[in-house]
């Protein structure tokens, strides 16, 4: 009775929310425009046409039925010919025509992601170790153990010589799909019809073979995805790995929600899967360009690498890591004023010194780093140099609490959990990963002795190791044991692979940065000022509300640099227009309006083809609850980017506020297709049918219930910063680390 009495509040708050946001809007649209109006003013009654709201009404999103290998979701077609795990375990089949790809294959991540690989032993063996946790481990195996799945194996114990263990995702898991959808936690669907083995003197049958190969590509996002809930044993929705959302917003998708330098649109395949040459290979799969896709699925797995002592896939994934994202030293602050890049400090100053780092993600289509992003160890090291080499002050792993790239998931207590216990997670207090193109402000401070020698030089590193130490530490006891032992022995017998799960942990240098301080404001070659600046703007307008000016002074100080820098004209209006979209933004958030309006049409004429304009309006328009007027400018800036999910929920949302209740019906239940357990979405859906009378309104409210926020989740995040200083000091986006 107590969560039905708080699910009726809460449906009459949203729906009081929604009512007066609907009011808001009306009162406030112009019913005309006069002619002495000023350009926003005319901007907006531009596309003052509101959708129709006449015409069927839109299918509501439903999330597909739980199969009987839930909680995975995965599941198998109807057919004469269900696979069986021998045969979904099965490469060597492939492998008599494809040999080097079976041959990358076998040294990948994918090869290694059943519990032939210690790491992932050690987090699923814990979760099995819970009450029915055999079958909730079958949520895992859709993705790692798909071979063990199918003949529901994953309920009983794994014996450590069990060869359907020892394979991971092969070539059936991905090319014997008959359908995929981005839902997560292994949402395919196996065929049910063996594919056909061709031919190789008769084309027909090759083309066969190539059709039968399943829809390989959108395979990514059904596994790089995943949540717990209920059926997991966790008392509510919580979201996890999400590779797929981030890049789907991102302009590697074609999303224009950034107005940023231009990058090449790339699916998961061109990067984790880029052709390469196969000099003196046979296989069949090589093109007229000497070329294959390949299959080692190369991402951040050093450590993996490592494991196997396979010193040329180590190298490999190093070489792939450098440079993905940068890291640059910003800011100065020293005796008592603060310095963008350096710029008019005294090279004498001694004393506590604090400095801005910028690490932005420059090529990474997801958040950087991905994956587990709870057990990630992405760090940022910071040295003072004198003018002999010296280090006169520093912040590293071993002299103070570094700032790391990862989230922090706490238990039931708010207690961190950082060695991937799975049955432990309830909440997520930070999450301090970097989104695509995106950046973040890391805030250092140490002191400079006075006997220090100048000129001193601040130099800064970004280093990666893939996994946190205290998910290293448990992987390498547990491999110790009887049940360890033998697991290791098995897959040294079964595959021919020998792992060290101790062996040290390789840490990669992905970039470097270096400032003299000596008042000048260079230090950066290569690398424009205005750039470097802006970079700084765009990661300071992250910070709370009350801290925002910093971000509008190093915008400002962008717009001088930019003033100063030789450029064709071509590339100057590009700039000011990035640096501007900076400002608009977060005119929007502080809920300045007709400044962010003002911006906007600066921004139309320097890019006007761009549609941020449209976007820039209808979010500061939205901000100050003036829906109508937003959502014509949310409905243009959608049909630029028509498969951002993030931008969906936002126009749904003003539709709704609006009162266009089969507008929001329609954006809400088309982007949940897309992101099928996006709160934001789900509500709006709910909203939307519960508006317009309809039946189903009642189970898309529920399912929205499902898969909101937890209650406890802010609770939880405070008992974190109780608990431990740290916390509390990462709970707050941009801080001070000495």
């Not at 039905?4 to 509040?9: T, V």
Request: charged share 25%; hydrophobic share 40%.
């Amino acid at each position: 009775m107590a969560i039905e009495r708080q699910r009726s509040g809460l449906v009459l708050a949203l729906g009081l929310v929604t009512t007066l946001g609907c009011r808001q809007g009306e009162s406030e649209a112009p019913r005309s425009v006069p002619a002495d109006a000023d350009a926003s003013a005319l901007a907006i009654a531009e596309v003052s046409e509101a959708p129709s709201e006449a015409g069927p009404l839109a299918a509501p999103f439903i999330h597909a039925a739980a199969t009987s290998f839930a909680p995975a979701s995965t599941d198998i077609a109807p057919g004469d010919h269900p696979p069986t795990g021998a045969q979904v375990a099965d490469y060597d089949n492939c492998a008599s025509c494809h040999e080097e790809i079976a041959a990358q294959w076998r040294i990948s991540a994918h090869s290694f992601a059943s519990f032939n690989n210690p790491i992932y032993r050690r987090s699923i063996e814990r979760f099995r170790d819970q009450d029915d946790g055999p079958a909730r481990s079958r949520f895992c195996a859709g993705c790692h153990d798909p071979a063990l799945l199918v003949d529901r194996a994953m309920d009983a114990e794994i014996p450590a010589a069990e060869p359907r263990a020892h394979v991971g995702v092969g070539c059936v898991s991905c090319h014997g799909v008959a359908e995929s959808t981005p839902d997560g936690n292994g949402s395919y669907t196996l065929a049910a019809s063996p594919i056909p083995i061709p031919e190789l003197d008769d084309e027909a049958s090759i083309e066969r073979h190539r059709d039968a190969m399943g829809p390989a590509r959108e395979q990514c996002g059904s596994c790089h995805r995943a949540f717990l809930g209920v059926e997991t044993g966790h008392p509510h929705h919580l979201g996890g790995t999400d590779e797929l959302g981030p890049w789907r917003d991102s302009s590697y998708a074609g999303s224009k929600l950034r107005l940023d330098t231009p990058v090449r649109e790339r699916h998961c395949a061109d990067c984790h899967m880029p052709r390469e040459a196969a000099p003196g290979a046979t296989d069949p799969a090589i093109g007229a360009d000497g070329k294959l896709r390949s299959h080692r699925f190369i991402g951040g797995h050093t450590w993996l690498a490592a494991m196997r002592g396979d010193g040329e896939t180590l190298a490999r994934v190093q070489e792939f890591l450098r440079g993905v994202a940068s890291v640059d030293v910003a800011a100065v602050e020293l005796d008592g004023a603060r310095h963008l890049l350096g710029a008019g400090l005294d090279p004498a100053a001694r004393g506590r010194m604090v400095v801005d780092l910028v690490v932005r993600n420059l090529a990474v289509g997801h958040r950087f780093p991905g994956g587990t992003r709870d057990a990630q160890d992405t760090w940022i090291a910071l040295r003072v140099l004198d003018d002999q080499g010296r280090v006169v002050a520093s912040l590293e792993q071993d002299s103070g609490e570094v700032h790391r790239l990862r989230a922090g998931v706490v238990d039931e207590h708010g207690q961190l959990r950082s060695a991937r216990e799975i049955e432990r997670f309830r909440a997520v207090a930070f999450d301090h990963t970097v989104g695509p193109r995106d950046a973040v402000v890391v805030r250092y401070a140490v002191e400079l002795p006075s006997d220090a020698v100048g000129p001193l030089h601040v130099e800064a590193r970004l280093l990666h190791r893939s996994r946190a130490l205290e998910l290293a530490d448990e992987t390498c006891r547990q491999s110790k044991t009887k049940q360890g032992r033998a697991f290791l022995a098995a897959t040294s017998s079964l595959i021919g692979q020998d792992l060290d799960p101790c062996v040290e942990l390789p840490v990669t240098e992905i970039s470097r940065a270096a400032l003299s301080l000596t008042g000048g404001g260079r230090g950066q070659p290569g690398r424009l000022d205005h750039e470097r600046l802006w970079e700084l703007g765009v990661a300071l307008s992250h910070q709370v509300q009350e801290r925002l000016p910093e971000a509008r002074e190093a915008l400002a100080a962008a717009e001088l640099a930019l003033e100063r820098a030789e450029l064709p004209e071509a590339e100057r209006d590009a700039a000011r227009a990035r640096i501007l979209a900076a400002l608009g933004a977060i005119a929007a958030r502080q809920g300045r309006a007709d400044e962010a309006l003002e911006i906007a049409d600066r921004i139309a004429k320097l890019a006007p083809e761009h549609p941020y304009p449209h976007l820039l309006r209808g979010r500061a328009l939205a901000k100050v609850w003036r829906w109508e007027q937003a959502v014509p400018h949310l409905e243009r800036a959608l049909a630029a980017s028509p498969g951002s999910p993030k931008l969906a929920a936002e126009l749904a949302t003003a539709c709704g506020s609006a009162g266009m209740h089969r507008r929001a019906l329609e954006v809400s239940a088309a982007a949940l297709a897309l992101r099928p357990r996006d709160p934001a979405l789900l509500r709006t859906q709910a909203l939307a049918l519960q508006a317009l009378e309809d039946p189903r309104a009642d189970a898309a409210l529920e399912a929205y219930f499902v898969h909101r926020k937890p209650d406890d989740q802010p609770h939880l995040a405070s008992a974190c910063g109780e608990r431990d200083p740290a916390c509390a000091r990462e709970r707050v986006p941009v801080h001070v680390h000495e």
